[in-house]
């Protein structure tokens, strides 16, 4: 794990630019919001999230947080069917703001195109030097 300024990112992740982290776990992604994502955020007070057996689209809303400040669309970072939803950031949505990589995950997807699509993504390195130009 890096940080930039006081944003942390943490290695073996790939990151969207629409601010989502995915973990490869045996051919299943994992995913969630960036620390950067809940930080400007601020304090997350409610978690829209779809069914277990759905299916997501890469690029396209699958859901949505709402804080203190605004209600932004959750962009989702791969395409496939969703096999787990973590009910408890539905029903503790500050889950997102105090631990966004492990505890505050969102989807587990079985992903439909994922070499594809994991090569739109950026990795940790590119992440790092993303992050910093977003501080400029």
Known sequence: ??????????????????????????????????????KQLREIVFAELPSTGGTITQNEPFGSVESVKAVSDLIAPLSGTIEQVNEEVTSKPELLNEDPYDKGWLLVVAPSNLDAELKTLMDFNASVEWHKSLLK
């Open 1 to 38: 794990m890096v940080k930039v300024d006081s944003y942390e990112i943490v290695e073996g992740l790939h990151y969207s630019k629409e601010f989502f982290w995915v973990r490869i776990e045996n051919g299943k992604a994992r995913m969630g919001v960036t620390d950067y994502a809940q």
